[in-house]
C-alpha cells in the first residue's frame, strides 16, 4: 500500500513541474506587461531582470507554503489517507479547470484555483466525516478563521487595486503631465526616491526582514529601526536619482526595472504556494508517515505534523525558481501572454480583444453623465487646468511603446507594494487580480479609455473579473466532485483520475499549438499599428484589406458548396456545421473591420478619402456573403432537420453545371484578388453577368414546373430549391460588387 502513496505522491510532484511552467506561462504578464508595453529596454534585458526576482522571491516564500498545509484544512483531524485524497483531488482538478478555461479562452487566476479547490476538496470530506462522528463539526475540520480571510482579501483585493490605481495614476500624471522630461528635475527625483523606497520598505524590509535566512540580530535590528532606515533610504535614494538625472538617465525607466525585479519577486514569493505548495505538503505528509506510523494504516494515522510551519528544504525553493526562469526565457505562451493587459490598457487606439455588452454600454453611459455633472460643479478654470495636465499631444512614447514610463512606473511600484504586503500577512493575494486591476485603474485614470473604446475595454474587464468569479465556482464544485469519486472509489478512482490529467495535458498542449496557428493572420495589422510612417500604414492597410477579401471569398466559397452538399446530401451534421461556421465568421469579419477602420484613420488624408466608398463596399460585401449564405441555409437545415421529402435527383443534376460556373468564377475572383492583378476583371465580370441570366432562365423554369405540378407533395422542397437559386444569384451580385471594390481599393 505504501508503493501506491508513493507513486501518487511522485505524480504530484510531477504536476507541480508542470504547475511551474504553465503558471508562469499564464502569469508572466503581471511582472512583465508594464516593462514590455513601455518599451524601457529590450526583451531579453527585461527577461534577465525578472528572473533575478523570481529567484529571490522563490527563496523567500517558505512562509507562504503553510496555506497549503494547514490554511484551509485543520489537518490534526485528518488520516493520511484523507489528506492525499485532498491533495490529489486539488492538483486534478487544477489541471482540468485549467485546460477547459484554456480551451474555451476564458481568463482565470492559479491563485483563486487553489484557494477554491482546497475548500471545496476539505469541505466535502469535512462533511462526509461529520456524518460518520457526531462528535465533529466544521470548526474542528476546517480552519474556518484563516479561509474566510483569505477568500475576503482576494476578492476585496480587485477594489482596492483599481482605486489606488486611479488615484495614484491620476495624482501622478497631474504632477508629470505626458510630457515628462519637461518637468522639474527634482519632482523626478523625488518620484524615484518614493518610488524606490517603498519598494524597500515592502521587498527588503519587511520581506528580507522576515526571512529565515538572514541571523537573527539582524532581523531584530531592522525590526527596531524600521523608520530610521526607511529616512536613510528616501534620502539615499533621492541623491541618487537626482545624480541619475544629471547623467541623463531616465528615471522613469530605471523605476520600471526596478519595479520588474521587485515584482517578479514579489509573485515568486506569493504565488510559488499555487504551483509546489500542495505536492510538497503531500511529500512532507508521506513522510511523516512513513517515519512515525509504526505499524498503523494509512486510514489511521493523523496528519497532526502539517499543523507546524513548513520547512521547505532550500534546494525545493531554488530549483522551482529555476524551472520558473527557464519557463520564463523558453516557453513561447510566456512571450505572448502580455497582450490582453496591454491591449486593455494601451494609449491609443487598437485592435480591440473584446465585444461590447450591455452592461459596459450602462457603465460608460452612467460614467459620462457623471462626468457632466462633476464638470457643472467643478469651476471652469479647475477643469481647464487639469486637461491641459493631459495633453495627450505631448505624449513622449517609444516607437511600438503602449503607454508611457510614468504609467509603467505606477503599474509596477503600486502591484508591487499591494502584493508584498498580502505576502508579509500570509495572504495569498491573486498576483493576477492585484497587477491587472491596477493597470486598468492606472489606464481609466490616464484617459486611456476614450468614447470609441471605453465600451470594449469595460467589456475587457467586466469579462476577466467575471471569469475570475467563475474560477472560484467551478474549482470548488469541481474539486469537491473529484474529491467525492476518489473518496469513495478508492485506488482505482485515483488512479483513473491520474491517467485523465494525462491525456488532459497532451490535449491542451495541442489546443495551444493550434491557437497560436490561428494567431498569426493578426501580424499584418500587428505591424500597422506599430508603424508611424502614414505612407506605410496604407500600403499594409491594402494588404490586410486584401487578405480579408481573399480570406472571405474563399470563406464563402467552400461554404457555399457545403450547403449544398448538405442538401443534396440531407447531411443535417454538415448544415449545423455551417451555421457555426458562419456565426464564427460574422465575428471574425467585425473584428477584422474595427482593424481596417483604424488602418484608415492613420493613413494619408487623401486616400482615406479618395478610397473611402470603396473600402465600405468591399466590408459591406464580405458582410453579404454571411448573410446570403445564411438566408440560403436557414430554410435547407430546417428542411433536412424535420426529415421533410429530398432534393429529387433530377434538381441535382440540374443545380450541378451552375455550381460548377460558380465555384470557377470564384477560384478567378480570388485569384485576382490574391495577387492584385486585374487584367482580366472585365471578363469575369462579363462571366458573371451571364451566369446570373443562366440562373434566372432555371429559376423561371423552375417556377413554371411547380405551376405546372398538380400533385404538391414535393411544393415544400421545390420551394426550398427556388430559394437556393435567387441566393445562388444574390451569391454572384454580391461576388461583383466585392472584386469591383476591391480593384478599385487596390489602384495605386
Not at 483569505?150 to 497631474?174: D, E, Q, Y
Not at 512571450?335 to 494601451?346: A, G, Q
Not at 432537420?641 to 429530398?646: A, S
Request: neutral net charge; hydrophobic residues 50%; aromatic residues 10%.
Amino acid at each position: 500500500m505504501s508503493t501506491i502513496y508513493l507513486c501518487i505522491v511522485i505524480f504530484l510532484l510531477c504536476l507541480a513541474v508542470f504547475d511551474l511552467f504553465v503558471g508562469v506561462s499564464n502569469d508572466a504578464v503581471n511582472f512583465l506587461q508594464s516593462a514590455v508595453g513601455a518599451k524601457v529596454a529590450t526583451f531579453r534585458t527585461i527577461l534577465i531582470i525578472a528572473s533575478c526576482g523570481v529567484a529571490v522571491g522563490a527563496v523567500m516564500s517558505s512562509g507562504m507554503m503553510d496555506v497549503a498545509r494547514h490554511g484551509i484544512m485543520a489537518p490534526a483531524n485528518y488520516t493520511f489517507e484523507e489528506v492525499i485524497t485532498i491533495f490529489l483531488a486539488v492538483m486534478a482538478t487544477d489541471v482540468l479547470i485549467l485546460d477547459v478555461f484554456n480551451t474555451l479562452g476564458m481568463p482565470t487566476s492559479t491563485t483563486v484555483s487553489l484557494v477554491f479547490e482546497l475548500l471545496g476538496g476539505t469541505f466535502i470530506l469535512a462533511t462526509f466525516k461529520m456524518i460518520g462522528d457526531d462528535g465533529l463539526d466544521y470548526n474542528d475540520l476546517l480552519n474556518s478563521s484563516q479561509a474566510l480571510k483569505t477568500i475576503i482579501a482576494i476578492f476585496v483585493s480587485v477594489g482596492i487595486a483599481f482605486f489606488f490605481g486611479i488615484i495614484v495614476m491620476w495624482i501622478s500624471r497631474v504632477i508629470f503631465t505626458f510630457n515628462f522630461k519637461r518637468h522639474s528635475k527634482y519632482a523626478i527625483a523625488i518620484f524615484g526616491g518614493i518610488a524606490f523606497t517603498a519598494l524597500s520598505y515592502f521587498i527588503f524590509l519587511k520581506g528580507l526582514g522576515k526571512s529565515p535566512y538572514i541571523a537573527e540580530a539582524t532581523r531584530q535590528y531592522i525590526e527596531d529601526n524600521t523608520d530610521m532606515l526607511l529616512v536613510y533610504v528616501f534620502i539615499g535614494s533621492t541623491v541618487l536619482m537626482e545624480l541619475l538625472y544629471l547623467c541623463r538617465v531616465n528615471i522613469f525607466k530605471f523605476v520600471v526595472l526596478m519595479g520588474t525585479f521587485a515584482l517578479a519577486m514579489a509573485f515568486a514569493g506569493n504565488d510559488l504556494v499555487n504551483f509546489i505548495g500542495v505536492p510538497l505538503a503531500g511529500l512532507s505528509s508521506y513522510q511523516d508517515f512513513m517515519a512515525n506510523a509504526n505499524g498503523a494504516s494509512a486510514s489511521g494515522f493523523m496528519m497532526t505534523s502539517l499543523m507546524e510551519s513548513a520547512k521547505t528544504p532550500p534546494l525545493y525553493l531554488m530549483s522551482a525558481g529555476v524551472i520558473m526562469i527557464i519557463a520564463m526565457a523558453t516557453s513561447k505562451k510566456a512571450h505572448n501572454v502580455i497582450k490582453t493587459s496591454v491591449d486593455l490598457s494601451r494609449q491609443d487606439e487598437g485592435d480591440e480583444m473584446f465585444g461590447s455588452s450591455s452592461a459596459a454600454r450602462s457603465i460608460v453611459r452612467a460614467t459620462q453623465n457623471g462626468n457632466s455633472w462633476v464638470k457643472d460643479v467643478v469651476p471652469q478654470k479647475m477643469i481647464n487646468w487639469v486637461d491641459s495636465r493631459f495633453n495627450k499631444n505631448e505624449i513622449n512614447l517609444d516607437d511600438g511603446a503602449a503607454f508611457d514610463t510614468v504609467r509603467a512606473s505606477v503599474n509596477l511600484v503600486l502591484a508591487a507594494m499591494l502584493i508584498t504586503i498580502g505576502t508579509n500577512y500570509k495572504l495569498p493575494l491573486s498576483t493576477t487580480y492585484v497587477t491587472f486591476m491596477v493597470a486598468m485603474g492606472s489606464s481609466l485614470a490616464d484617459r486611456a479609455w476614450s468614447r470609441e473604446s471605453a465600451v470594449f475595454r469595460v467589456t475587457g474587464v467586466l469579462s476577466v473579473i467575471g471569469g475570475w468569479f467563475i474560477t472560484a465556482g467551478v474549482a470548488f464544485l469541481a474539486c469537491a466532485v473529484v474529491c467525492t469519486i476518489m473518496f469513495y472509489g478508492g485506488i482505482v478512482a485515483k488512479a483513473l483520475f491520474m491517467l485523465l490529467v494525462v491525456v488532459s495535458l497532451i490535449h491542451s498542449n495541442r489546443s495551444y499549438a493550434k491557437k497560436m496557428a490561428a494567431n498569426k493572420k493578426t501580424s499584418t495589422f500587428n505591424l500597422m499599428m506599430r508603424t508611424r510612417d502614414p505612407d506605410l500604414v496604407w500600403d499594409m492597410l491594402q494588404r490586410q484589406v486584401g487578405q480579408t477579401q481573399a480570406f472571405i471569398n474563399n470563406f464563402a466559397q467552400s461554404e457555399f458548396n457545403r450547403i449544398v452538399d448538405g442538401f443534396a446530401d440531407q447531411d443535417v451534421k454538415a448544415l449545423k456545421h455551417s451555421l457555426k461556421s458562419l456565426r464564427n465568421e460574422r465575428d471574425m469579419l467585425k473584428k477584422f473591420r474595427r482593424q481596417e477602420m483604424l488602418g484608415l484613420k492613420r493613413s494619408p488624408t487623401e486616400k482615406a478619402i479618395e478610397r473611402n466608398t470603396w473600402y465600405h463596399l468591399s466590408a459591406n460585401s464580405a458582410q453579404q456573403y454571411v448573410y446570403c449564405l445564411r438566408r440560403m441555409l436557414d430554410p435547407i437545415k430546417e428542411h433536412v432537420d424535420n426529415n421533410f421529402n429530398p432534393l429529387p435527383d433530377e434538381y441535382i443534376k440540374e443545380f450541378e453545371p451552375m455550381r460548377r460556373r460558380i465555384n470557377d468564377l470564384m477560384q478567378m475572383a480570388q485569384n485576382m484578388i490574391d495577387t492584385n492583378r486585374y487584367d482580366d476583371y472585365r471578363n469575369i465580370m462579363a462571366e458573371a453577368d451571364t451566369c446570373k441570366d443562366d440562373i434566372s432562365l432555371l429559376r423561371k423554369r423552375h417556377i413554371d414546373r411547380i405551376q405546372q405540378t398538380e400533385n404538391n407533395k414535393m411544393l415544400q422542397v421545390s420551394l426550398v430549391y427556388l430559394n437556393m437559386l435567387q441566393e445562388s444569384q444574390e451569391f454572384l451580385n454580391i461576388m461583383r460588387h466585392q472584386l469591383r471594390a476591391s480593384k478599385k481599393f487596390m489602384e495605386n
